[in-house]
């Protein structure tokens, strides 16, 4: 087992002070059990409600609770403490506020550099101060691969059918695939948990289940407030136009699904939609995941910057990383641009940021694609423009009036009013110059207008909405010039 070795690696290297972050706190103890006996050591564990105890490689503790405050089992180990590797279980809140624990590891650490006691820290998320850095290291469990969480799966799998007479769960290959690609990121026991769930609902494991699998996953992965699941997601049918930007990807879906059967060919990583607000760019991202069956994150940009230093860069590399492990998905950066907009008033903030994401873009290995959105260009650092960082830009224009009769007639159907009883041509030439989102509006004010007087809509109260309403293109005419213009060299039009 590779953990065992690295693990006993750094043990041998006679650092006295190992934060292994986890949320799988048995797996640890299990690993730490195994390396202790290999290297012929014993091990304590010591936790908030149990004290300080002996382990036995039977998993057993002694019965006597010694030494439950963190203070007195410190300063235990300090003076008293045997030979031994001691596993702290949650202690990091003491970490932050508490200098005499802090102190106290520190003196364990001073005096045990020959590797006599080796102090490992198991939690969940472990910040040590920085007296601590120069005497530690940092490790992680190794999460199963696909090949191992499928075996998981074979294994509740078989416990369930145990369990109902030998009946089998139902389940075919390609889903059970997506099931294990959706798993993968999470422990050993996560995996189970969620499995069971799946199977123990219904007897089965179906399409069904996978987007709830995924919203499970993330959920327990939490990364609230900055990144965000989306459970709504849309299909091409119901996004007018954008036809270059459907053809190429569907010609690259296949890439993208099979990356290793494509040999010679990148998978694809992302792209930037850019064009006027309104223009569609939010619906087409959410019909990139829908397209490619894939679950959807939102990256909120504005919500990472935090006023305590670090924090912001330490907020996006944990975004990035549950990105990694939700793969393969969708991340989706909204106006992108009200992140990395470059300024001098923010300590050189926005360009940590940037440095952050342009590392992530080009070096990531996992199945995420990228779809970024901006309404102002003239706000984007050029290095993230630059060829290489996407794989192509699309330019979203207002729509053409094709585009724009397909637009009502999608808005229209969508609040049951039939198409075909309307004069999609008039109205699309008196839309001239409305966005998507603009189209939409003037539909439901249609609505709430005849809906005061118990009429029905009709062609003339679309109309009276559309010549009461200032497009944003006549407001911002100067601005949506100066983007055309940009894109006409730099991008493709999406339509």
Not at 30 to 45: G, M, P
Not at 312 to 337: G, H, S
Request: aromatic share 6%.
């Amino acid at each position: 087992m590779q953990d065992a070795h690295d693990l006993a690696v750094i043990i041998a290297a006679h650092l006295p002070i190992i934060a292994l972050e986890s949320n799988d706190e048995k797996s640890a103890q299990d690993l730490l059990l195994r390396v202790a006996r290999e290297a012929d050591k014993k091990l304590y564990r010591w936790s908030l409600t149990d004290g300080l105890q002996a382990a036995t490689f039977a998993l057993q503790l002694e019965q006597e609770s010694l030494y439950c405050d963190p203070q007195e089992m410190l300063t235990h180990i300090k003076h008293r403490g045997q030979a031994g590797i001691y596993m702290l279980c949650d202690l990091h809140p003491w970490l932050t506020d508490q200098p005499k624990v802090v102190r106290l590891l520190k003196d364990i650490a001073i005096r045990n550099e020959n590797g006599a006691i080796t102090l490992v820290l198991v939690s969940h998320a472990i910040r040590l101060p920085p007296e601590l850095s120069r005497f530690s290291a940092r490790f992680r469990l190794s999460l199963p691969n696909e090949n191992e969480v499928l075996a998981l799966v074979k294994d509740e799998a078989r416990k369930w059918a145990a369990r109902n007479g030998g009946q089998k769960v139902r389940a075919d290959s390609n889903t059970l695939i997506r099931m294990a690609a959706a798993l993968k990121g999470l422990s050993h026991d996560e995996v189970r948990r969620l499995a069971r769930t799946a199977i123990y609902d219904d007897g089965a494991i179906t399409e069904r289940d996978i987007p709830n699998l995924n919203q499970a996953k993330f959920r327990l992965m939490d990364m609230e407030s900055v990144l965000s699941y989306s459970f709504e997601s849309e299909d091409f049918t119901g996004l007018g136009g954008m036809e270059n930007l459907k053809a190429w990807l569907a010609l690259r879906r296949k890439a993208f699904d099979e990356p290793v059967s494509n040999k010679g060919l990148d998978a694809p990583k992302g792209l930037l939609l850019l064009g006027v607000q309104g223009g569609g760019k939010s619906l087409a991202a959410k019909a990139v995941a829908g397209m490619w069956n894939l679950p959807m994150l939102r990256l909120d940009m504005g919500a990472l910057y935090n006023k305590y230093h670090g924090e912001t860069e330490r907020n996006l590399r944990d975004a990035l990383q549950l990105a990694d492990q939700m793969a393969p998905c969708v991340l989706w950066v909204d106006e992108i641009e009200k992140g990395l907009s470059s300024g001098d008033g923010d300590g050189g903030l926005s360009q940590r940021v940037l440095a952050s994401l342009l590392t992530w873009m080009q070096e990531r290995k996992s199945r995420v694609f990228m779809v970024a959105t901006a309404n102002d260009i003239a706000r984007l650092p050029p290095e993230l423009l630059r060829k290489g960082r996407f794989d192509e830009i699309f330019f979203v224009d207002l729509p053409d009036r094709n585009t724009r009769k397909a637009i009502f007639s999608i808005h229209l159907a969508r609040r049951e009013l039939d198409p075909q009883r309307f004069d999609l041509d008039e109205l699309a030439i008196a839309s001239e110059g409305f966005s998507g989102a603009e189209i939409e509006q003037v539909v439901v004010s249609a609505l709430y207008s005849a809906s005061v007087g118990a009429e029905p809509v009709d062609d003339e109260r679309i109309l009276a909405e559309l010549a009461a309403t200032a497009p944003l293109s006549a407001v911002m005419a100067e601005k949506l010039d100066a983007l055309r213009a940009w894109a006409a060299e730099r991008g493709v039009r999406s339509a």
